[in-house]
């Protein structure tokens, strides 16, 4: 597997036109993060894409991939009905990926078989397969299992990508705390805003290791969504040599939003 593409995102429904509207002037800057990050994207020729977040299903004790033939996304729950999206399954890559491990003795892998994917995985696709509208894709959602679990799995999904012959983009998406303010939607938390602070400088110096060693009452306590989608990210990626690009990074909704490439060097 050649990886060409790796980059963390945000997933805020607001990010849609459709939804957002006259809103999405407040998160302009996640907004040109994700347009610029979409020319790199492009212009890295990728296959197929590796989407990591909680689209599914999660179950407490494995890993989940969808195995659909072929995916839709709606955002009726945000309260747009005309818009509807649809992507292409990697169905061999995801068959090989299940293949390499039938008992379950590595990692704990189930598969699942779910048309409809949720707005971990729409969001971001919505921006980056805008001129890569046929790319397929392949959904996983993180477990229940602590950051080291997710950062062993991150490197068993590198180690059967790598005997495929195929471009893989990898996108790890999430949120940051979800209490940055006094009207955010998980509530206030004062020292939310440390917090957030502190995981976008980990990943601006790649210290996967200080990631993984985040309390997960810390976390839990800040509302995130998306350290166990990084964790992923940082196994495929540890014995590789990258250089993170933070975009952007924002909060005015009371919710951490990260964009960052990880340039491949």
Do not use: W
Request: hydrophobic letters at 40%.
């Amino acid at each position: 597997m050649p990886l060409v593409f790796a980059a963390i995102t945000p997933h805020p429904p607001v990010l849609i036109p459709e939804i957002g509207k006259d809103n999405l002037k407040k998160i302009k800057k996640t907004e040109e993060a994700m347009k610029n990050l979409e020319k790199e994207f492009y212009a890295s020729k990728p296959e197929s894409i590796v989407l990591i977040s909680h689209n599914d299903q999660i179950f407490e004790d494995s890993f989940n991939i969808n195995l659909s033939s072929s995916y839709k996304a709606n955002f009726k729950e945000f309260g747009d009905f005309g818009l509807e999206l649809s992507f292409k399954s990697d169905y061999m890559s995801i068959q090989e990926i299940r293949a390499a491990d039938e008992s379950n003795q590595s990692v704990p892998i189930v598969l699942t078989s779910n048309e409809q994917i949720g707005h971990g995985c729409s969001i971001p696709l919505y921006y980056l397969t805008q001129h890569l509208k046929n790319i397929p894709i392949i959904p996983i959602t993180y477990s229940g299992l602590n950051y080291q679990k997710h950062f062993e799995f991150g490197k068993f999904l590198h180690r059967q990508l790598s005997k495929i012959n195929k471009r893989f983009a990898v996108i790890a998406s999430g949120d940051l705390s979800h209490k940055l303010t006094k009207t955010a939607p998980g509530g206030y938390l004062p020292k939310a805003k440390e917090f957030d602070k502190k995981v976008v400088e980990l990943v601006k110096n790649k210290d996967i290791a200080g990631i993984l060693n985040i309390k997960p009452a810390a976390a839990q306590e800040a509302g995130e969504c998306s350290l166990r989608a990084i964790s992923v990210l940082g196994g495929i990626l540890e014995s590789l040599n990258t250089k993170p690009e933070v975009l952007s990074y924002e909060g005015p909704f009371g919710v951490g939003y990260l964009v960052c490439n990880f340039r491949l060097v």
